[in-house]
């Protein structure tokens, strides 16, 4: 499961049912907004060992963060790029480990905020150094977090209202399109290929009943574990649920 929970601190009690009633073997989480000491502190690593789960977190201050979440073995967890990172690539927005013979990585793509921000030309150098970081890693399973890139006009409400904001523009696309290219596979769209298919909408009152929606939360695996894929499903209920964040968890169930 991956799911951008929006601060750990306000859905904290919700991750935890969620893991109850679904007990996923590993949960990938997104925008965790805390840091390590705060993570530790706040009670959640404490409810998650009750169920079973091991925990990962990468977090600096109250922005961005991401975590791991693992029932079947946590181990060789990695945290940000390698090598040296000057900011604001020291962000905490990537994390991966291995449970049980996979390895994932849980990441949080920056905004963009718009095309003529700073920060636009920031999520393009990331991307790139993503691409080049599961480029050199052998054991890149499983990649699946907050993209904040709508990888095509299908995973978008209205194309034309997006076509010239962040997460629709050609050259974020082709960061996404480039992880493709090195044999990573988007098993959301193999198993959910119609339109309509949705991880986000915004908190604008009628946003989720009209399904004005982005695809922005993405799953991309190696091809030996895309073909353990049986199923992909979004938790539309859980963004339906009071006091929910903005995305709904994404599920993949593999094959043992």
Not at 12 to 30: K, S
Not at 67 to 95: H, K, Q, T, Y
Not at 219 to 238: F, H, K, N, T, Y
């Amino acid at each position: 499961m991956s799911w951008n929970v929006n601060s750990i601190r306000a859905r904290h009690g919700r991750v935890i049912d969620w893991l109850r009633r679904h007990e996923p073997d590993i949960a990938l989480l997104q925008e965790t907004k805390c840091s390590d000491a705060v993570f530790a502190a706040g009670g959640f690593v404490d409810d998650c060992a009750a169920l079973g789960y091991a925990v990962a977190h990468h977090g600096r201050d109250h922005w961005n963060g991401v975590a791991i979440l693992s029932r079947v073995g946590l181990v060789d967890v990695c945290r940000g790029f390698p090598g040296p990172n000057r900011p604001p690539f020291d962000e905490a927005r990537l994390i991966g480990a291995t449970c049980a013979g996979l390895r994932v990585w849980s990441l949080y793509a920056p905004n963009g905020r718009t095309l003529a921000d700073s920060h636009y030309l920031f999520k393009l150098v990331w991307f790139e150094r993503l691409r080049a970081t599961v480029a050199a890693a052998a054991d890149v399973h499983v990649l699946a977090g907050d993209f904040n890139v709508a990888p095509t006009d299908l995973d978008i409400y209205d194309p034309v209202r997006w076509r010239r904001l962040t997460h629709a523009s050609p050259p974020e696309r082709a960061a996404v399109a480039a992880l493709g290219d090195i044999g990573l596979r988007d098993v959301t769209r193999e198993h959910l290929p119609d339109a309509g298919v949705f991880t986000w909408w915004s908190y604008r009152p009628g946003q989720v009943e009209r399904n004005n929606g982005l695809r922005i939360d993405l799953a991309l695996c190696s091809p030996p574990a895309a073909d353990r894929v049986q199923r992909v499903w979004i938790d539309g209920d859980e963004r339906r649920a009071v006091l929910a964040s903005d995305h709904a968890p994404l599920v993949l169930d593999l094959a043992d």
